[in-house]
C-alpha cells in the first residue's frame, strides 16, 4: 500500500530565522563575519602571485584514483 503524503509546511525564509535571533548573537554573528571577511582580504592581499594556491590546487587535482 501507498501512502501519499502532503507537506503543508511552508519554506521559511532566512530573514524570517534571523528576525527572531536575540540581538546580542546578531551582534556576535556579524562580528565573527566581519573577521572573516578581513582576514580573508588581508591573505588575499599578501599573497605573491595571482592564480589558485597549491593548497587550492591539491583539491582541485585529487592525486588518488579509484
Known amino acids: 500500500m501507498v501512502v501519499?503524503?502532503?507537506?503543508?509546511?511552508?519554506?521559511?525564509?532566512?530573514?524570517?530565522?534571523?528576525?527572531?535571533?536575540p540581538t546580542e548573537l546578531q551582534q556576535q554573528t556579524?562580528?565573527?563575519?566581519?573577521r572573516l571577511a578581513v582576514n580573508w582580504v588581508v591573505a588575499q592581499s599578501r599573497r605573491s602571485t595571482p592564480g589558485p594556491s597549491s593548497q587550492e590546487i591539491?583539491?582541485?587535482f585529487p592525486t588518488h584514483t579509484v
Open 30 to 34: 556579524i562580528q565573527l563575519l566581519t
Open 58 to 60: 591539491a583539491y582541485a
Open 4 to 21: 501519499s503524503t502532503v507537506s503543508t509546511i511552508l519554506p521559511i525564509a532566512p530573514t524570517q530565522v534571523w528576525a527572531h535571533v
